[in-house]
Nanobody
């Protein structure tokens, strides 16, 4: 499984970005897809995950600002990020789990700065 993420960039505080991630193979809706992020000098933290039939799972710091969604027909997961803050600056990684294995995308940089 290869995951291709895009949509990162430079945005001012309070702005919005939409990240997209597409898988190279079919991802069952029952399999989790989601996003983690890693800021410089820090570990990889949960942003949001989603699987069919369950409520989305968000990291505490993004609740109310970020929204995760999926298009299962396109094997894609999206992350709408609103009200961005400088502390959201990080490399954002999409991921999925399939048949016991975890797969990560290459990461897309999000920088929030004035």
């Amino acid at each position: 499984v290869q995951l291709q993420a895009c949509g990162g960039g430079l945005v001012q505080p309070g702005g919005s970005l939409r990240l997209s991630c597409t898988a190279s193979t079919t991802i069952l809706s029952s399999n989790v897809m989601g996003w983690y992020r890693q800021a410089p000098g820090k570990g990889r933290d949960l942003v949001a995950t989603l699987r069919s039939g369950r409520d989305p799972n968000y990291g505490d710091s993004v609740i109310g600002r970020f929204t995760i969604s999926r298009d299962n027909a396109r094997n894609a997961v999206f992350l709408q990020m609103n009200s961005l803050k400088p502390e959201d600056t990080a490399v954002y990684y999409c991921y999925t789990k399939q048949e016991g294995a975890t797969y990560w995308g290459q990461g897309t940089q999000v920088t929030v700065s004035s």
